[in-house]
């Protein structure tokens, strides 16, 4: 009943020595990484779930928990090569999904929103997802293949393929934004050379009215040299563009 549960175990772990530098060798990897212990455990508990064996399923899951600080649902599904790295306290629910060569850092969520049995309430992550420590991803939707979660996200609606998914609540990166090796595994979500949205739309205001002020400035004084009548207006601080930046980074 169980001959299959671990015949993928050497990809796991080649997938684990791959994915993390620390990693040194195989029985390193089998021996001394709570986040494989995890997904072993689950793969046991996830048969007894559909053989109906519901109690022993969640004693399992349960001492895996003790054993790893891990927590996943016996009916939960996880795909093949997935890495949890660290993974203490994380938390994956019953009705989430997790596709082949996923990567969930330590804190992370997989959370349902609605209390209603027997109906998809967690979400589903696509083949190649990151999702960063602390990231809390809830509700019945998809991440699409290869997106990234930030760490400390709060994502409560649809991240699409490629995107990245960043603050809380939640804003998308869109692919077409990132960079071109958008499927390169990004530790803890992190893309290299990214910015967030916010951040650049706040920037680009800021830029503006420094501009707007200096051409106002400029016509005023065109103004006054052409003699035209030009009341002025209390000076307040001018506008340091620099220094705004800076707290918007």
């Given at each position: 009943?169980?001959?299959n549960l671990f015949a993928n175990l050497r990809g ?238």
């Amino acid at each position: 009943m169980f001959s299959n549960l671990f015949a993928n175990l050497r990809g796991d772990i080649q997938s684990i020595i791959q994915r993390d530098p620390a990693a040194r060798n195989g029985w390193e990897v089998l021996t001394c990484y709570p986040g494989l212990h995890a997904v072993i455990l689950h793969r046991w508990a996830h048969a007894c779930w559909k053989l109906n064996l519901k109690w022993v399923g969640r004693f399992i899951s349960y001492v895996a928990r003790i054993i790893t600080g891990i927590e996943i649902h016996p009916g939960a599904t996880i795909g093949r090569r997935v890495f949890i790295d660290h993974g203490f306290g994380v938390v994956i629910g019953e009705t989430a999904v997790v596709g082949d060569d996923c990567t969930i850092y330590q804190g992370v969520t997989l959370g349902g929103t609605t209390l209603v049995a027997g109906t998809k309430r967690h979400p589903t992550l696509e083949r190649g997802v990151i999702v960063g420590a602390g990231a809390q991803v809830l509700g019945a939707f998809t991440v699409g293949e290869y997106a990234k979660v930030g760490s400390n996200a709060v994502v409560i609606k649809p991240v699409p393929s490629g995107a990245t998914a960043v603050g809380n609540p939640a804003h998308i990166i869109r692919k077409e934004e990132q960079s071109r090796s958008a499927q390169l595994f990004a530790a803890y979500g992190v893309t290299p050379n990214g910015d967030d949205p916010l951040s650049k739309a706040l920037r680009a205001l800021v830029d503006h009215v420094a501009r707007q002020d200096e051409q106002i400035e400029r016509l005023t004084n065109t103004m006054r040299e052409a003699g035209l009548c030009c009341p002025k207006v209390a000076e307040g601080d001018k506008l340091d563009s620099e220094q705004l930046n800076r707290l918007v980074d």
